[in-house]
């Protein structure tokens, strides 16, 4: 069974910053467009942002533009979401996919970001 493995989750206070990490395994990495996912309690899971297997465009929702950054290694197979000036509402899981048409995607298991004073 295939795993992606998350890390760097945590608690931080309005305005801070952390650093997501989610590594792969290379004969996936390699081939597969990387997204982050956010599952709040009571709602939905929804994208956060999507970065290309070459890492040449990337993706965000409106309500992480200019504060979130995606980017991926492919020499260390991981990617990385870089989270600024990060609210309360940006509380949730946070969960790395890998997706190549039309093979299952890969998920991970998550990792608890909570943003509060």
């Known amino acids: 069974q295939v795993h992606l493995v998350e890390s760097g989750g945590g608690l931080v206070q309005p305005g801070g910053s952390l650093r997501l990490s989610c590594a792969a395994p290379?004969?996936?990495?390699?081939?597969?467009?990387m997204s982050w996912y956010r599952q709040a309690p009571g709602k939905e899971r929804e994208v956060v942002a999507d970065i290309t297997s070459a890492g040449t465009s990337t993706n965000y929702a409106d309500s992480v533009k200019g504060r979130f950054t995606i980017s991926r290694d492919n020499f260390k197979n991981t990617v990385y979401l870089q989270m600024n000036s990060l609210k309360p509402e940006d509380t949730a899981v946070y969960y790395c996919n890998a997706r190549l048409m039309p093979y299952p995607d890969y998920w991970g298991q998550g990792t608890q970001v909570t943003v509060s004073s």
């Open positions: 290379g004969f996936i990495f390699r081939r597969y467009a």
